[in-house]
């Protein structure tokens, strides 16, 4: 059972403008999550309450730079059991997205609850993790991908000007 997970990708995209896969657990009935890079520069995580149309989408309201030299830090978290805000997204450490209210019926923008009004969990099962790529093995990353961290819980990132995260339970 999978209740929490982050992803964190540091990534130096190539001037290009492109939808471009940088991870992607999307196999399949075992689809779990991905983050592109879609064709505005924008980031954009999908994670999978169930398969096919069962997922949340969050996407960065920044605009990432794209010279092929500039680092940009991404942090997907996920955590299921919250009342809202179960997916986050998080570009250089600020908190560009967040998924609303879990609802009964979940949404694109709203995280499923059970017939036991617990988050459902995130789509599990064993399916191939794609770096770069897509499982088609199309729309590849063009740049450099420098790290890449999947942890079964959630971490929230720490702002460097005064190593402090404040964080409002709803």
Not at 55 to 66: A, E, L, M, N
Not at 69 to 92: A, C, E
Not at 99 to 120: C, F, H
Not at 136 to 142: I, Q, R
Request: net charge negative; glycine share 8%; with cysteine.
């Amino acid at each position: 059972c999978t209740t929490e997970m982050s992803i964190v990708a540091h990534i130096i995209p190539d001037n290009t403008s492109d939808l471009q896969y940088i991870i992607a657990q999307t196999n399949g009935p075992v689809e779990k999550f991905h983050i592109i890079k879609n064709t505005s520069n924008k980031i954009e995580a999908r994670v999978h309450y169930g398969a096919a149309s069962n997922y949340v989408d969050v996407v960065s309201s920044s605009i990432i730079p794209t010279d092929n030299n500039t680092p940009t830090n991404i942090i997907v978290t996920v955590d299921t059991s919250l009342p809202s805000g179960n997916v986050k997204l998080f570009i250089n450490g600020k908190l560009e997205d967040l998924s609303g209210l879990a609802l009964a019926t979940g949404t694109v923008n709203n995280w499923d609850i059970d017939s036991d009004g617990q988050g459902t969990n995130i789509n599990g099962g064993n399916s191939a993790l794609f770096i770069g790529n897509n499982n088609a093995k199309s729309d590849g990353f063009d740049g450099r991908i420098e790290e890449i961290v999947i942890y079964d819980r959630c971490i929230y990132p720490v702002i460097p000007a005064d190593g402090k995260f404040k964080f409002d339970k709803p």
